[in-house]
């Protein structure tokens, strides 16, 4: 059983839904990192947290240790939010575990 | 500031060729470490470094070597290049084990 499981492992949407991608871990973290990867591009790190909430222009990131689970959340899905969404989970030795992450595609 | 500079971008190799991929940051980063990254895979760890002079093994180590001469710059280098390291490579680095965590644009491998 992979440490990092991601749901769902792609997701189309039309444009203007909100969308929900999940990330469950079995590790202890100090710290829960989202990641989105655009096609042929780089990894640009969108959210770091250890507790409760971030919001960041319409993207919200949630987690709750208790129940070892974190979702990423997009309000007004738009075409360009299109990307490969990755969750990753951080020990308190600084190595991080990836989940295998979430295609996102947003149809116009 | 540039942020994580990865160079090269694309690589061919044949079987048994040495390279070194490049990567450097200038935020004073700390932690510095090596991803591969294969179609349906996670990102994998290969090796990393909490600081200068100080490397460690990751996840997938064998094949690869690294170094950490200075705070900045974090090569690693494929000593006899397989097939199987046909891949995407990432280095990445953060301020410290617990810090956001930057990546370079990548490095496409291909090993024939």
């Known amino acids: 059983k992979n440490e990092v499981e991601q749901s769902p492992q792609n997701l189309t949407a039309q444009e203007g839904e909100f969308i929900t991608i999940n990330c469950s871990y079995s590790v202890g973290i100090s710290a829960l990192h989202w990641l989105q990867q655009h096609p042929g591009g780089g990894i640009v790190s969108l959210f770091m947290l250890s507790s409760g909430k971030k919001k960041h222009g319409r993207l919200i990131a949630t987690i709750n240790i208790q129940e070892k689970h974190s979702s990423l959340h997009i309000t007004a899905s738009h075409p360009r939010d299109s990307a490969v969404y990755i969750c990753?989970?951080?020990?308190?030795?600084?190595?991080?575990?990836f989940g295998k992450g979430t295609k996102l595609s947003v149809k116009p | 500031n540039a942020g994580v500079t990865q160079t090269p971008k694309f690589q061919v190799l044949k079987t048994g060729q040495s390279m070194t991929l490049q990567c450097a940051q200038d935020m004073n980063h700390e932690y510095m470490s090596w991803y591969r990254q294969d179609p349906g895979m996670g990102l994998r760890l290969i090796h990393y470094?909490?600081?200068?002079?100080?490397?460690d093994q990751g996840e997938v180590p064998n094949g690869y070597n690294v170094s950490r001469s200075t705070t900045e710059d974090f090569p690693l280098r494929l000593l006899s290049a397989a097939p199987s390291q046909t891949s995407v490579y990432f280095c990445?680095?953060?301020?410290?084990?617990?810090?956001?965590?930057?990546f370079g644009e990548g490095s496409r491998l291909t090993v024939l």
């Open positions: 470094s909490v600081g200068a002079g100080i490397t």
């Open positions: 990753a989970a951080g020990g308190s030795q600084g190595n991080l575990i």
């Open positions: 990445a680095s953060r301020l410290a084990n617990t810090g956001e965590l930057f």
